[in-house]
């Protein structure tokens, strides 16, 4: 919190726009502070000019203690010529004309803390190498391959416009959260115009001009990592005693991330994911929902949201559900993953998995909202289906906790009701049986 | 002051434990100030209200909460009215679609407006309180037993002791209690936790109160009184934003799918709407200003329901290629795109690259979608739009939506026997409502077009659409077909039913290309055609 | 929602040795218990839909019996025949006044019960209204879309039935004694056959009123659009005396 505290204060300026736990929150800064911890992947749009970069760089430089300097000097930027040997490793062009192969690693691929600028832009291919390799964590040249042992992405894109690519279905899929980094009213606007840029706290030339060596040192990157933490860590103290702030350091990371993963979701916000779940993959018709396949008229299911949605929920999504949730409990210090930390999450790691039909997308762009469109769709699935679950929650629980009983051998008949959720369960039992 | 902030200071703590318990509503954080009625029709009425609503805000009374002080804990009193003002968001009734049509299943008994609203407040009170009492811990009762009770809440209270099974402490005379009894037996049979059945349970609600309350009615009227305030908030539509009330209106719209329904209960809500800041003007339902007309509300609710979405601008080709980005090089591909600086200077696999070229794209000019001129049929032969469902105003509706939603300008042609003067013309206009009134009108005579009226709207428009909506029983039909063979504007007709009428219009116009006709066997089908049609037509315009 | 912990032979977990490997999807859910909170409003909703349930059933199987293919016609033998058999099965159902008027209701809703068949649906409730525990019944009709035929038929001395709302054809035919109100309208043949007892009809009333009554009086507070013929008894219409009074031939239109 401290981290987020002085971002807010000093680095990243801009209106709070959620509530979790009686605080208020801005989910840009939010949402980009969990990633870092989580080492995930996030997809960061909005209006050019509004800090989507900036944000994710002060967060990277905070986290990972690493100078901005350094963190301006990895960042890949988004256009069609973007190539594999800008992106990921070129051959040592010295040892190449002695016929030998040697593979030189940008400094992408071998910071932990990657940010891809105005992904959108670059063709499908190279977003497609970028996100399986922040998958895997490994980056493979020529047969030579490097392991990052810690890595987050930010990948910043404009809204579509004319000359970009769209960022297609499988790729964007693969990002953990979307958020907008959004104005921040005219007010906050003149005051960042009105003072001096703020970088350059987050920036120390000795520990750049350092880490660029060692970055660009012919080692094994398995060498280079101690000497980049020592680093690292100096960057880190140096800014503990001239900020006030501590950032963390390798063992602070994966202190964090041993809590976070120890972090359960409480029986609640388990059961009102599954529902969730449930209502954006299931088809009573046709076993689940596909993209090509139109919904009936007259299914009994109309009222869910498996009739306003086209394509199916991937399993990716209560991967990100979950971590996010785990990130979003420890960071204010509760116990454990309760419901409110999980709608809080959800919208974010929906918005852009989520392709709508048509006549909802009509019946609602000309809403009022705070949030971009896909957003403030999500956000609005999330309050109707919660709707449903402060009705069935308890019954809904019970049917869970029988299929549990079943499925350990107990004689029972599971429960019956009119949530998909209830299909789901007797599904799941006659394949255990079968 | 202090008080408030005393109060405040107890809901602060409350909050997060009651937001637990009601699995975290999407409501602010409650305040605590003052509540109409004032204080001085407080005085006058002898009590006060509890709590308000304002799209989503809950409002304490802080002159409630200290006359109530002395029977109960503050705390408890906080409580009970949180829990209760949470239940109205997150129960009953949750969204103002469900409040219009418990209002409308109360209305349909007690035939008079007021009344309707006022048993159809008494029954959400009821299931609110009674889905807290059972589903949660909360100090509801102990609340029903410290407030000032008329002859209703008495038989309200006596109903909760019955289905809660607790003690409220009613003191009644026998002969009240023997009157009363049979009333809070009816009432205790009802499903109120049962959302499935509000509808049956708020007329059997409304049924079994009705003796009460006109009874109550005719002692207010003799004493020149206006009734108690609701202790604990009335409902009306302050608590809904403008979104919901428009949203409800919609669902409501396709749920009744019945004219005189809607427009019964929007006429009933009228001032209240306006006052809610939803007029008609500017075509889109803000505004105050004019009169709500409930007929084109109905349709232009229903027609958003069957809506498309924007088309986006195109792009266009230019017709060149250019360098794009790189791929690899295979072994056997040409390489006289070979990019040298990329590749190193070497031709090898794995090293060398090559150029995807790609045509270049740009803003193309933006066409837009083209116009349209609506020909609606309002003949004797058709249904009256303002007395049931018409399907044909609803394609009609659903057509000039889709266009409009693309910034394009609609015209209506609205012909019943025109050469008799039964037209009405509109020339194209952006205006929704104005669009949709002349939709509406009914002439209800013979049929026939006056192609003279046409020639002006369609002469000198590029790319003009044409959708006639009829059920091709035109007298002067072979004119029409010779006219509509004369132009090449995209056509489509809509027509209903099977008759030798239009059996001939199709033959006479199957070889034009540039005419689609839809027979519509179900008047489901009109607005999926409609809409089919016109998909297909921005579609093609559409390349992105 | 139905369904609830139950030792009836269901799905059966296989949970054997050679399945270890299948992880349990709902396990996390092994420590929930189930806290029914029950409030006297259950009871009295499972006993409501108890009744209506057996209700619904006495009334069906008088269709299955009486309304062969769903086609009954009115004649003298197929009314006391129908009604014999409602009273069998009424007889064996324990209900109240307000029950009777839930399964008026429930008859156009054909979700719940599929065929409302007016004739046979008029005796089974004149059947519940007459073996009812009350002697007081009050049936709250007005938004009823459709009027029920032969209600009434055979209400007992000491038995007081108040209809608020329209009635159909042949109200209360058959009375034996008792009184029956209808604040409303009702059609044709009302009091035909009744033997004694009281009818008040608030509003009009249709044509053979009173047709081959053998006792009783009828009166009605709106217009009387036909006598039938009449054995004895009374028939006042706005307190006036039109039977026995000037002879009116009993189709007498106004």
Known sequence: MELYQFIHDHLYFNRPDLEIKGERFNSTILFSLLTGLKKGKELIIGEPGLGKTTSAEFVCSLIYQFPLGVIWGSEVSGHPEQTEEKIVGR??????????????????????????????????????????????????????????????????????????????????????????????????????????????????????????????????????????????????????????????????????????????????????????????????????????????????????????????????????IKQYGQALAWLLEDSEVDIEHVKSVIPYTLAHRTQWKDEIVSQRERSKRDDPFPIFLAKEAVKTVSQRYREQSEHLKDALAVGSKIFQGESLEPLEGDHPLYAEIKKDLSTQRS | MLEEKRYQAIIDELWPKLKKKHLYPEIPIPKVGEVTPSAAEEEEQGEAVGLEMKQKQITLNSTFLSRTR????????????????????????????????????????????????????????????????????????????????????????????????????????????????????????IPYLDRSRWPESMKKFARSLKPLLLEEQKEQEAIGGKGDSNPQGDHDLNSYSYEEIDQGLRDFAKKSMALPEFKDIVEDFSEELKEAGYGMEGGMGRGRGAPIDADILFYMKLAESYSIPLRKVPLEKKGYLHPHSHSPWEVGSPFQDMDIWTSF????????????????????????????????????????????????????????NAYLRNDSKVGVYNFSDAPMGGRDVLNFTDHHEDIYRVLCKYFGGGT???????????????????????????????????????????????????????????????????????????????????????????????KD | MKGNLSTKKGFTGTHDKDNRGIRNPFEEFDTFTFHKTQIPLDQIIESTEVVMDQIRRGYEKLLEEEAKELVWMVQYNTIIKAYEVAEKHVREIDYSAEDIEDFCFALENTQKIPYFIPGPAGLYISALCNYAKEEEILLKLSELKTEINLIGFRLPKGKRLVIEGDAGDFTGIGLEGGELVVEGNTKNWTGAGMRSGKILIKKNIGLHTGEWM?????????????????????????????????????NLYY
């Open chain 2, 345 to 400: 200077g070497k031709i090898m696999p794995g090293i060398t690259q090559i150029w995807k070229k790609r045509e270049g794209k740009g803003r193309g000019k933006i066409e837009g979608a083209p116009d349209c001129l609506i020909a609606i049929d309002s003949s004797g032969s058709m249904i009256n739009p303002r007395k049931n469902l018409s399907y044909a105003v609803l394609g009609a509706a659903c057509a000039a």
């Open chain 2, 448 to 542: 026939a077009l006056d192609l003279e009226d046409l020639v002006p709207l369609i002469h000198g428009r590029k790319n003009l659409d044409l959708f006639i909506i009829t059920d091709m029983k035109i007298t002067n039909l072979e004119s029409l077909i010779g006219f509509f063979a004369q132009i090449q504007n995209r056509i489509t007709a809509v027509h209903i039913g099977e008759n030798p009428y239009a059996a001939r219009f199709q033959r006479a116009v199957e070889k034009k290309r540039n005419i689609s006709i839809f027979t519509v066997k179900r008047k489901e089908d009109i607005p999926h055609i409609v809409l089919g049609k016109i998909n297909e037509y921005f579609g093609a315009t559409c």
């Open chain 1, 91 to 320: 051959p040592d062009l010295g040892k190449l004309n002695r016929g030998e192969e040697d593979v030189v690693w940008t400094n992408f691929s071998q910071i932990p803390t990657k940010i891809v600028d105005e992904i959108n832009r670059l063709p499908e291919t190279k977003q497609s190498m970028i996100l399986d390799g922040v998958d895997r964590g490994n980056w493979e040249y020529l047969n030579e391959m490097i392991i990052n042992e810690e890595y987050c992405l930010f990948a910043t894109a404009n809204y579509q416009d004319g000359g970009t690519n769209t960022i297609i279905a499988p790729l964007v899929d693969r990002f953990d959260v979307m958020v907008e980094s959004r104005y921040p009213g005219a007010n906050l606007s003149f005051l960042i115009g009105k003072s001096n840029r703020k970088d350059h706290i987050l920036r120390h030339v000795k520990y750049e001009k350092e880490l660029h060596r060692i970055f660009n040192a012919k080692t094994p990157y398995e060498k280079k990592i101690p000497l980049v933490e020592e680093v690292c860590n100096s960057f880190g103290e140096y800014i503990h005693e001239t900020l006030g702030v501590k950032p963390l350091q390798k063992r602070d990371r994966q202190q964090i991330r041993l809590e976070m993963d120890d972090t359960d979701l409480d029986q609640d916000a388990s059961a009102f994911t599954r529902m969730l779940l449930a209502e954006l993959s299931f088809c009573d018709r046709y076993g689940q929902k596909r993209s090509l396949e139109n919904c009936e008229e007259g299914c009994h299911y109309t009222g869910y949201l498996c009739h306003e949605i086209k394509n199916c929920a991937s399993n990716r999504l209560p991967i990100s």
């Open chain 2, 70 to 189: 002395e029977k109960m804990t503050e705390e408890g009193v906080i409580e009970a009215l949180l829990d209760h003002g949470i239940t109205h968001y997150t129960f009953c009734p949750w969204d103002f679609h469900t409040h219009l049509m418990l209002y409308a299943e109360a209305k349909k008994v007690m035939g008079d407006k007021e009344m309707a609203k006022q048993v159809a407040n008494y029954f959400i009170d009821v299931t609110a309180d009674t889905y807290c009492v059972k589903k949660r811990f909360t100090e509801i009762p102990e609340l029903h037993r410290v407030l000032k009770k008329g002859a209703v809440e008495k038989v309200i209270a006596s109903l909760y002791e019955k289905i809660w099974g607790v003690d409220l402490g009613i003191l009644d005379s026998k002969a009240a209690k023997r009157g009363h009894e049979e009333i809070v037996r009816r009432l205790a049979r």
């Open chain 3, 214 to 250: 053998m006792g009783g009086e009828i009166y009605v507070g709106g217009r009387i659009r036909g006598l039938g013929n009449i054995v004895e008894g009374k028939v006042f219409e706005r307190e006036k005396l039109v039977y026995p009074g000037k002879a009116r031939h009993p």
